[in-house]
């Protein structure tokens, strides 16, 4: 099943992120992830959806579903050639000897270091889904201890925009 990734923009409500991830539940939509966002100075949720589906149909009637949702204002399905990225936490316990391998690995990666100790060092890394896969990979060796993930976020590429988000629903009212 190929994975795609939906942006939904939907109206005010506490119950808006229920009623998404209740479409999500029928058996043949596997979730790969999720991120549920509420900017301070909106009511709108802007919802992130990372899924595998069996087919194209299957897709285009998720996307059909989330749109007949009272509160989604707008669903787009992100092409492959969107700007993804991923941020990766990795906690690693190497050997004293591969402290230079592993400030390598960083330095090539660009990662952050955000701990160094006798027990333990910590890295973070957001980049595209296939460099965190890469990197996590190249320091398997060192003796990592424990790896999370974030889901994967899109942004679509391009100068064209099919869909505006008014004015008006983007306004806090008081």
Known sequence: ???HLLAVVAGPG???????????LPSDVDIVGMQFSH???????WIQL???VPSQDRLELLTK????????LRVVTLEPGAHR??????????DTADLGQVGELARWF?????????????????????????????????????????AVSGVRTGAR???????????THS
């Open 1 to 3: 099943m190929q994975e």
């Open 14 to 24: 506490c119950d808006v992120p229920a009623r998404v991830a209740g479409l999500l």
């Open 39 to 45: 900017p301070p100075d909106s009511d709108l949720w």
């Open 50 to 52: 990372a899924v595998r």
């Open 65 to 72: 579903r989330l749109n007949r949702l009272v509160a989604v």
């Open 85 to 94: 990225r991923q941020s990766v936490y990795v906690k690693l316990r190497p």
């Open 110 to 150: 660009h990662a952050e270091t955000l701990e160094l100790s006798a027990a333990a060092v910590v890295l973070h890394l957001t980049a595209a889904p296939d460099q965190c896969a890469a990197f996590v990979a190249m320091l398997r060796p060192h003796g990592i201890a424990e790896v999370v993930t974030s």
């Open 161 to 171: 925009l099919t869909h505006r988000v008014p004015r008006s629903a983007t306004r």
